[in-house]
């Protein structure tokens, strides 16, 4: 039987929002199981935003999940922790429109995470298993699930620039694995775009103490890349955070080809456009999870993890 988790404590967070710029704070608050993961904005109205792709209002350089108008910005770094460390269930109440970006990474969520500790709950986890390939594109750019026996993420980006012409990484899913080679992996962005952005509304918040920016010679950053490959190594987190919107965990194989929020978004909507396309297991059972012929990632057994 592998359990559903929430975290062992409350944790608060400070910060400013990349997109928005402003002061804001996000409290994770452990919840029981088959709570979910639940957003809310505890300045406006506390409304609960349960995950799901029904409810994201933006994907313009961020995912962003609202209700009635009220939105959450940039939930897709938390997502990725919480996917990665297994964490199932928790409230999270956000003051001011965006989560806090930190450093742009998911580092910091997962350290404050396995520093409050990881509580298992007396439910079994629930998995979604691809059972038929799904696919979103737009241009030469697609997001693609297909079935598969444990959750795998491939992806290649390329972009007119020198050091980014070409960048692929394949990721089988293991959580001490994502705390090392993906949670620290920077949102980046390209200098030459950083007055487009600003002009759209976005990046109020951005700086080199959060963003990678990327200029003709490398990152303008003085410490520069945290990885050769840390640009590829984000899209990987952030496809993660996306694919956590589901509400549900993912046994399948995700390839992400020049992808984004958007993409990533339209995939899922795609995979439940027909109840042919997954199916909804609870592992309660090892001999159901053989019957299936998929395998449970390591880090989903208590027993061998040690944060669990
Ligand atoms: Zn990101």
Redesign the pocket.
Known sequence: MHYQRTIKEEISIDGVGLHSGEKVKARLIPAEADTGIVFMRADNGRQKIPLSPDRVVSTQN?SALGVNGNKIL?V??LL?AFYGLGIDNALIEVYGPEIPVLD??AKPFVREILNAGIEKLGKARKFMLVKKPVRAEEGDRYAALDPSPEFRIEFVISYDHPLLSYQRKEFTFDHQDFEREISPA??FGFLSEVDQLLKSGLAKGGGLQNVVVIGQDGPVNPEGFRFQDEPVR??I??SM?DLMILGTNIIGAYRGYKSG?KLNHQLLVNLLSSPDNYQLIEATDPHLVQENGFQIPRWYNPDSAQSA
């Open positions: 961020n940039t897709e770094h990725s742009g990474s920077r949102t984000h899209k987190l952030d955070g929020h």
